[in-house]
């Protein structure tokens, strides 16, 4: 579900090509998505790039928080609850889950105290790359009907976390700052959604909530 890089593809010459999007293509080649700004390019020129680094490490905090979500949202409602879809940005990250009923607000503030403990925790985000049975073996979380080659790579976050993930990711949950639940709801039968924020847009999302309750407080005096 993490949405590919952004950024810049350049040639010593006047070449300009502003990557919008990285796509893999047949499992095989990076495709970069974009509009050609200035110059022109042909076959064979070699192009300097340069990836939109905010961008990135937005989502990259919101893609690892994604993974404390899922092992927070098993340990509270069970471990029925599996991934049914997801969507990683530099804004938020949106977490489909098998669930038979509505999340309580009880058991949302369990799930985000939860998250947040593991982020102050700093555990190291390691990657291991093994054969699928090691990976199954090692206590990795495949999902189910998703494709997978004979090696797969491994994401472990402290004893919190093991799943197998293609994505970039923090060096320490530390680095996601702070995790912030904006919204739960049902989306289909037996499918629920979670929409999160990290880092600064969980800044940005509690500082309108105080901007709110002080808009409240002045409008009932």
Do not use: W
């Not at 890089?5 to 070449?15: E, K, Q």
């Not at 022109?40 to 680094?53: C, E, F, N, P």
């Not at 500082?207 to 407080?217: C, G, I, N, R, S």
């Amino acid at each position: 579900g993490q949405i590919g890089d952004a950024g810049v593809l350049c040639a010593s010459t006047d070449v300009r090509f502003l990557v919008e999007d990285t796509q893999k293509l047949s499992a095989i080649f990076h495709g970069h998505v974009g509009a050609l700004e200035s110059g022109r390019i042909t076959l064979g020129d070699k192009l300097s790039a340069r990836v939109d680094a905010g961008r990135r490490q937005s989502t990259v905090t919101n893609h690892s928080a994604t993974h404390l979500l899922h092992a927070a949202l098993r340990t509270v409602l069970g471990e029925h609850v599996s991934q049914k879809g997801s969507l990683v940005t530099p804004e938020r990250t949106r977490f489909d889950f098998s669930h038979f009923q509505a999340v309580t607000a009880e058991q949302l503030q369990r799930i985000e105290e939860m998250v947040n403990s593991e982020i102050r925790r700093n555990a190291e985000a390691e990657v291991h790359h093994m054969d699928m049975q090691e990976a199954l073996d090692f206590g990795a979380m495949a999902l189910f009907g998703e494709k997978y080659g004979e090696r797969v790579r491994v994401l472990r976050m402290g004893d919190f976390s093991t799943e197998l993930c293609g994505g970039t990711h923090v060096h320490r949950t530390g680095d996601i700052g702070v995790f912030n639940i904006v919204s739960e709801g049902g989306i289909a039968s037996g499918v629920r959604r979670i929409e999160a924020v990290t880092g600064s847009g969980a800044l940005t999302y509690l500082q309108d909530l105080e901007d709110a309750v002080a808009q409240a407080a002045a409008a009932l005096n």
